[in-house]
């Protein structure tokens, strides 16, 4: 069963970026050099290596966390009757949360951000930008989200139907689509939209430490990392780290070495800001 249900990830994977690569195509927020055929091939081999470790060489994944959680009646997984309702939403919660906090410590912890600092390299912020993690990151993060689903007990089904939508949603919100003020206003008010998302990935070193979830935007209001931006100031920003615009950075070899890569003057400025202005009397 675990293996269809991989299927089912690849296949959603396809379908979803297949989908915003075409809306993409029509309706882009940025005008920006997409390269996709030299993108793709960088990008994509960087996934498949980082999917490949994460499958083979670390194969306690979240899915066999919680078939090892049920088959042990461990946590959420013993509840039945009408009070599975009240596990959907809290298991809901939960995972989301452990994921807003993995990418909060991802820009907090040095070592996790030099792992984390390849998906903020990128110039180009659009629906390749979703799978531009280095192996090491999808291992680490796999780690925390397997020990807490495992240690919680949460149902098989809430973790598989999560991470589908949560795939979907991370492709969404990475993409260049323009959503229109109406669709921005109603959408933005529960999850982060491409516009929203994207003042994470601005240039200005002060706002990596902003807009920090995939998903919900809750947990951004609540910790007071949250910020809006119209639709004129999506349009003119630049994305990704300067100091790594040069080509060389987005090719496979250059992303696999990148963690080893002294810290640049751009990283040095989001430190600063880490300790002195962003989150700073709201940290978890």
């Given at each position: 069963?675990t ?5 089912y ?6 379908i ?10 029509g ?5 920006e050099d ?14 498949f ?6 499958q083979f ?7 066999t966390?919680a078939y ?13 009757g009408w ?6 939403v ?13 990418h909060y ?5 040095p070592f996790?951000?030099?792992i984390?600092?390849i998906?903020?390299t990128?110039?180009?912020l ?12 999808l291992?680490?993060?796999?780690a925390?989200?397997?020990t ?13 139907a999560y991470?589908?939508v949560?795939i ?17 206003r109603?959408?933005g008010r ?9 003042v ?6 002060q706002?990596y ?14 910790f ?5 931006q119209?639709?004129?100031q999506?349009q ?7 100091s ?7 090719r ?8 080893l890569?002294r810290?640049?003057?751009?990283e040095?400025l989001?430190?600063k800001?880490?300790k002195t202005e ?7």
């Open positions: 069963m293996y269809s249900l991989a299927e990830y690849s296949l959603t994977l396809f979803s970026v297949a989908l915003l690569l075409l809306l993409e195509s309706r882009e927020l940025r005008r997409h390269a996709i055929g030299r993108r793709w091939g960088h990008t994509g081999l960087l996934y290596i980082g999917l490949s470790l994460y060489v670390f194969p306690f994944t979240c899915l966390a090892l959680a049920e088959s042990q009646n461990r946590g959420l997984s013993q509840v039945e009070q599975w309702l009240l596990v959907l809290v298991s809901i919660l939960l995972l989301d949360f452990i994921r807003w906090y993995w410590l991802c820009h907090r912890v996790l951000w030099r984390h600092r998906h903020h990128d110039q180009n659009d629906v390749f930008t979703a799978l531009r993690f280095h192996p090491i990151e291992v680490c993060a796999a925390l989200n397997a807490a689903i495992y240690a919680l007990g949460i149902p098989v089904l809430i973790v598989f991470d589908v949560a979907s949603i991370n492709n969404f919100n990475h993409s260049n689509i323009n959503l229109g003020d109406k669709w921005e109603r959408l529960f999850i982060f939209t491409p516009r929203l998302h994207a994470h990935h601005d240039a200005q070193s706002n430490l902003m807009n920090l979830g995939g998903f919900w935007v809750c947990w951004d209001k609540l007071g990392s949250f910020q809006s119209s639709l004129a999506a003119q920003q630049q994305c990704g780290l300067k790594y615009h040069a080509p060389k950075h987005s496979i070899h250059w992303m696999l070495i990148n963690p890569l810290p640049s003057k751009d040095k989001i430190e800001h880490s962003i989150l700073r009397s709201k940290a978890p």
